[in-house]
């Protein structure tokens, strides 16, 4: 975690991740519509302590292959800076390939 551009910080997260995927328009899952909203809580002595940043995904997930699946939508961040707050809203795509 960088503190300043020379200064970084090492520690430890935990993620925790709710969401919920269902078959877009029936389409026997080959794209699903999918929601998930992720927490993550820096820790102290492994129990989580404080807050870090909140992520909440809206978007779709396609199965383009048996090994290539593509999730893609708008992705909101909201991240606590040291005080101050940083919000982003993004299109995020992530291609998974398994290998």
Do not use: C
């Not at 020379?6 to 389409?27: E, Q, T």
């Amino acid at each position: 975690m960088e503190n300043t551009a020379s200064d970084f910080d090492f520690g430890g997260r935990l993620r925790f991740r709710f969401g919920w995927r269902k078959p877009f328009l029936g389409l026997d899952k080959k794209l699903d519509f999918m929601i998930f909203n992720e927490v993550f809580m820096l820790t102290k002595s492994l129990f989580p302590h404080t807050f870090n940043q909140n992520w909440t995904f809206v978007g779709f997930r396609a199965v383009l292959t048996p090994k290539a699946t593509l999730v893609s939508g708008y992705q909101r961040i909201h991240q606590d800076k040291q005080g101050s707050v940083l919000e982003k809203n993004l299109w995020s795509s992530i291609l998974f390939i398994r290998l």
